[in-house]
């Protein structure tokens, strides 16, 4: 039973599926000793679906439209970072696709969510 409203938004779970394997790649970017990386990552990762959370509990929905486009700006962020790392060999081209694969397609569905507060 979900005990907040962002739990139900499938936005928000599938931001959480992604900052599951978002996560993973931070892990390992902290054991080859890359913290930087591994820091920047959790903190972009964690924040889509933070700001969809809290957007949800925002009184208006011009006000919640700007969490999802915070929300969105961090999800550009992962995937900048991951373009980088994939750059910098150290994931491979099946990691770097899959993840970008999951971002665009939550990038579309925030989008999409997006404009159905306004119809």
């Known amino acids: 039973m ?5 739990q139900t938004l499938d936005i928000w779970k599938e931001a959480i599926a992604i900052a599951d394997t ?13 913290y930087r990386f591994a820091d ?13 959370a809290e957007g949800a509990g925002s009184a208006s929905k011009k006000v919640f439209a700007r969490y999802l486009d915070i929300a969105r700006g961090s999800l550009f962020e992962n995937a ?9 060999k150290y994931i491979t081209d099946d990691s770097m696709n899959k993840t970008l694969d999951q971002l665009e397609v939550l990038s579309r569905r925030i989008t999409t969510f997006k404009k159905s507060l306004f119809n």
């Not at 979900?2 to 962002?6: D, L, P, S, V």
């Not at 978002?22 to 890359?34: G, V």
């Not at 920047?40 to 969809?52: C, E, F, L, P």
């Open 80 to 88: 900048n970072i991951i373009i980088l790392l994939h750059h910098r």
């Open 2 to 6: 979900a005990r907040f409203r962002f």
């Open 22 to 34: 978002l996560l993973d790649i931070a892990d390992d970017m902290e054991t080859r000793k890359l």
């Open 40 to 52: 920047q990552i959790r903190g972009a990762a964690m924040s889509i679906s933070n700001n969809i």
